[in-house]
C-alpha cells in the first residue's frame, strides 16, 4: 500500500483565498483524521471519521473550517477565507481502530501571506 | 481535559550514553502510543502501549506503561546519531480515537 496520500505538499496563498487540502487513506482503515501542527501549539487534533462519518470535530478553529469524506478513500479540508494564523502543516492520518497506532501522510505545508 | 507532558523538551547526548524521556498524563487511560518525527517529516510510529506494565522494544529504545502512575517511559541505550530526531507521546481520550499529543521531545546525539 501506498501508505496515507496528501496533496498538494505545499500551498502559498494569500489572505481571503479557499485553500483545499485532500487525503487519501490506506484502504480499509475506517478511521481518518485531520492535525494541525505549528511550533506555538503543537500537535492538534481537527476532526476525525469513522466510516466517512464525522465523529468529534471540536478541534475545528472556528467556521471557516470545514471537513468532508464523501467516500471510503477520500477527504478534503477546506479554509474559507484563509487567514495567515492557519499557516502550519496540516496532516491526515488513518487508522483501523480503536487501540491501533495511526498512520499519518506527508503532510501539506500551508503559507499564508 | 486530558493534558500530555512530555519532559525534558530538549535532549542532547552523547552517542553510546543512556537516557529516558517521560510522558505523564492527565486522565485514567489504558494506551499510550509514541511518534517519531524527523525535520520536515511526518511522523511514524514506534510503538503502540495497550495495558498496564507492557513494554515495548525495538533496537534501542524501549517503552514501557505504568497506568496507575499515568506515566510512559522511552529508554535510549547507547544512544546512535540516527535516534536524532522529536519524539512524541499521545494517549487515548476517553473517547477513544481522539489523541491528545506531547509536546514532543526534541533528541540530538552528538559524536
Known amino acids: 500500500d501506498a501508505g496515507v496520500i496528501q496533496s498538494p505538499r505545499h500551498e502559498v496563498t494569500e489572505m481571503g483565498q479557499e485553500v483545499t487540502l485532500r487525503c487519501k487513506p490506506i484502504?480499509?482503515?475506517?478511521?481518518l483524521f485531520w492535525y494541525r501542527q505549528t511550533m506555538m501549539r503543537g500537535l492538534e487534533l481537527l476532526i476525525y471519521?469513522?466510516?466517512?462519518?464525522?465523529?468529534?470535530d471540536s478541534g475545528m478553529p472556528e467556521d471557516r473550517f470545514s471537513a468532508k469524506m464523501p467516500n471510503a478513500s477520500f477527504s478534503t479540508l477546506k479554509i474559507q477565507p484563509s487567514e495567515p494564523r492557519d499557516s502550519a502543516v496540516y496532516f491526515c492520518?488513518?487508522?483501523?481502530?480503536?487501540?491501533?497506532?495511526?498512520?499519518f501522510g506527508p503532510g501539506t505545508r500551508l503559507t499564508v501571506t | 481535559e486530558l493534558k500530555v507532558e512530555q519532559n525534558p523538551l530538549f535532549l542532547s547526548m552523547q552517542e553510546g550514553k543512556n537516557y529516558t524521556i517521560y510522558c505523564n498524563y492527565s486522565t485514567t487511560s489504558d494506551r499510550l502510543y509514541w511518534y517519531r518525527q524527523d525535520p520536515g517529516k511526518s511522523l511514524e510510529s514506534l510503538f503502540v502501549?495497550?495495558?498496564?506494565?507492557a513494554v515495548k522494544q525495538e533496537g534501542r529504545l524501549m517503552a514501557s506503561l505504568d497506568t496507575k502512575a499515568r506515566l510512559s517511559t522511552l529508554h535510549i541505550t547507547a544512544a546512535v546519531h540516527d535516534l536524532s530526531a522529536t519524539y512524541f507521546c499521545?494517549?487515548?481520550?476517553?473517547?477513544?480515537?481522539?489523541?491528545?499529543f506531547g509536546e514532543g521531545t526534541q533528541l540530538t546525539v552528538n559524536p
Open positions: 499521545a494517549v487515548d481520550g476517553v473517547s477513544g480515537s481522539r489523541l491528545t
Open positions: 484502504s480499509g482503515h475506517d478511521y
Open positions: 471519521f469513522n466510516n466517512n462519518v464525522p465523529i468529534d
Open positions: 492520518a488513518s487508522g483501523i481502530m480503536v487501540g491501533y497506532e495511526q498512520y
Open positions: 502501549l495497550l495495558s498496564n506494565g
